[in-house]
């Protein structure tokens, strides 16, 4: 039998979203056990063009163009769909971004931006790594979203 | 106003306009006239002791005709909890450049991004420290007159010393034929390489063997014990990887020998006087390349 989530009404489908990585997604969405709305997360879709999928659903909740930015650098191919009255009111692609300020925590524990208030700055370069503009240090995008 | 960060912000230029401005340098200590009294003021920060390092800058902004103020470590307001922010901001109203070195990676860029006057990175925490590697390029040049195409290898502890990583990027950047050779558990980081590989695409062997038979010039650096969880382990790995009078002997006779500075034994013993041994000529070029870049940056 098929597994079948409720469709929301209204806020925020992100489908295509690379198999496995739906949990890393939800926390870029900032999305915890405190969070009091409706949220689906279903992982291992199968999907014709990726195999497998993960879907995220939200409910009551619209993703800026900056977190959809960042979603891209784990999944690149994940499309946001903002949904009203249970209609599909826009479809974007995700567009991986240059830079990342102010968000991720530079995980190297040397790096002055971790013993000092400052503004963390990542650029980002081939294959979604991101080099901390302070330590020069490159990552994957996981460890910085981890 | 320019700053002096890291070797990634430099262009080939860049380091051909420094490594020319060092030989002017080097020709205006030789001359006997005192420098021109110039109205600036060089501030050394050293929030991590490195005595030769410091004394260098001491003396290349004397000898530029500068004069020098210093604050150091356990003196500064860090131990009152004084952020580096703060104590750049003050000090860049004190001076006209600042050379900073701390234990931290990054603090040059932050402190580059608060001052108001130039900052030169004198080494930050394991990540870059830019004069040594213009230092070691204008060696290789004075010693070789070129670096372009000379065989070049870089031994010991690639995998913890800031020097050799620096040292890789200029060396790519001018297209030498580089060796890297080391115990398998200190070879230089896949990522660093594949960097300069992306970036300059250069000729890059590695090796677990010393053999210097094609060896234009072995710049040799010490195992960073302070790095090992296990002193044991380091210990063995410095019997293991010292050169022999035997490897040294099979290599070409102008081959010339640079080293960073302190060294432990990684070298025979009684070695300094040997014509290959041009490391304490190397260090005291440190003081026309720092001229040479406290001149930039502060503007010629
Ligand atoms: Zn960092």
């Known amino acids: 039998m098929p597994l079948t989530v409720q469709k929301i009404s209204n806020g925020t489908v992100i489908d295509h979203i690379s198999a496995g990585r739906g949990f890393l997604v939800m926390r870029i969405l900032g999305i915890a056990e405190s969070y009091s709305d409706r949220v689906a997360l279903l992982t291992n879709v199968p999907s014709k063009a990726m195999g497998k999928k993960d879907i995220i659903k939200i409910e009551g909740r619209l993703i800026d163009k900056k977190t959809a930015d960042r979603i891209a650098l784990l999944a690149p191919q994940a499309t946001i769909n903002h949904i009203s009255n249970a209609n599909i009111v826009s479809k974007k692609l995700v567009e991986i971004p240059s830079q990342i300020d102010g968000i991720f925590k530079c995980p190297n524990p040397k790096c002055i931006t971790n013993a000092e208030r400052v503004t963390t700055n990542f650029a980002v370069e081939k294959n979604q790594k991101l080099r901390c503009h302070h330590c020069e240090r490159l990552f994957a995008a996981e460890e910085l979203v981890a | ?300």
């Open chain 2, 1 to 300: 106003m320019s700053d002096l960060i890291s070797m990634r912000d430099l262009s080939r230029n860049d380091v051909e306009a420094y490594l020319r401005h060092a030989e002017k340098m080097e020709k205006s200590l030789r001359s006997s006239s005192p420098p021109k009294p110039r109205n600036k003021i060089v501030a050394t920060m050293f929030f991590e002791p490195s005595t030769r390092t410091h004394m260098s800058f001491w003396a290349a902004a004397e000898r530029l005709g500068c004069r020098a103020i210093s604050l150091s470590g356990d003196k500064s307001s860090s131990a009152k909890g004084e952020t580096l922010s703060d104590t750049v901001r003050i000090m860049s109203g004190y001076a006209d450049v600042l050379v900073l070195r701390h234990p931290l990676e990054g603090a040059a860029r932050l402190a580059a991004d608060v001052s108001s006057v130039p900052v030169v990175n004198a080494g930050d925490g394991g990540n870059q420290h830019p004069t040594q590697t213009l230092i070691d390029l204008y060696s290789i040049l004075r010693l070789k007159k070129k670096i372009s195409g000379l065989s070049v290898h870089l031994v010991g502890d690639l995998r913890h010393a800031r020097a050799m990583r620096s040292l890789l990027y200029g060396l790519s950047m001018f297209g030498a034929k580089i060796t890297l050779c080391s115990p398998k558990a200190l070879a230089m980081s896949d990522e660093v390489v594949r960097e300069v590989q992306e970036k300059f695409s250069p000729s890059i062997r590695t090796t677990h063997e010393i053999n210097l038979r094609d060896c234009d010039v072995l710049y040799v650096c010490r195992i960073q014990k302070e790095r090992f969880e296990d002193q044991y382990e380091a210990a063995r790995l410095q019997d293991e990887f010292r050169i022999t009078k035997e490897q040294i002997s099979a290599a070409p006779d102008d081959l010339a020998i640079l080293h960073p500075l302190p060294k432990i034994d990684e070298l025979p013993a009684d070695y300094d006087s040997d014509p290959h041994a041009k490391y304490f000529q190397q260090a005291s070029w440190g003081v026309p390349v720092r001229m040479a870049v406290l001149d930039r940056v502060m503007g010629v």
